[in-house]
């Protein structure tokens, strides 16, 4: 039986690499990534940067782009395109971000770290090595199904984002459970 998938989140790249993508390249990378992910029945595509990235002492600490979010695949997909690359940081803004008296529960810690989306996402593909996770993600390792290629952001296309799909569908989702 295949996983059902609603939200697929990409993190790849160094902050550094997303800074040399122009944004009518981004448009154009948001749309074919995100048409993949509406054709699989999906209405979110996250995507974050993997790490800052650093060259010498020229290091990128602050995102170089706020988070923007888009309509893609027309209209079927939203695309939210987070430069972050703290999953730390954006645990600690996500909690200044709490209503005073707000209860904190998993319920509203996902609907902070995720919003507009109103999932957390099913599949994370990770571009880089199985070896190491990145430094973005740290709420997401508990339920999200990773899936890890060795292409680069701007080599990524919509075929191999397809087979990430296709791997995880072909999956028994277990939502952090054993099997027994």
């Given at each position: ?5 609603a939200?697929?989140m990409i ?15 981004w ?7 995100g048409?993949v992910?509406?054709?699989a ?32 695949a027309g209209g ?5 395109i987070?430069?972050q690359?703290?999953?730390?940081e ?5 909690m200044?971000?709490l ?7 998993e319920k ?6 995720y919003?507009p ?5 099913d ?8 070896t190491r996770?990145?430094p ?13 290629t060795?292409?680069?952001l ?13 791997a ?13």
């Open positions: 039986m295949a996983s059902a998938l939200h697929v993190v790849g790249g160094t902050r550094r690499e997303w800074a040399a993508i122009d944004p009518a390249a448009a154009d990378l948001a749309d074919e990534w048409t992910v509406a054709d029945g999906g209405a979110w595509l996250t995507i974050r940067a993997y790490e800052a990235g650093t060259e010498g002492n020229d290091q990128i600490t602050e995102p170089d782009r706020p988070a923007r979010t888009v309509t893609v079927r997909c939203t695309a939210v987070d430069p690359s703290d999953g730390r954006r645990f600690a803004e996500a200044r971000r209503p005073a008296g707000a209860i904190v529960d509203t810690v996902t609907g902070l770290l919003e989306a109103d999932v957390e996402p599949l994370v593909l990770v571009l880089g090595t199985a996770l990145p973005s993600l740290v709420w997401e390792l508990a339920y999200g199904e990773l899936v890890f060795d292409s680069t701007a080599a990524l296309r919509a075929a191999d984002l397809a087979g990430a799909i296709a995880f569908q072909g999956r028994r989702r277990r939502f952090g459970g054993l099997d027994t």
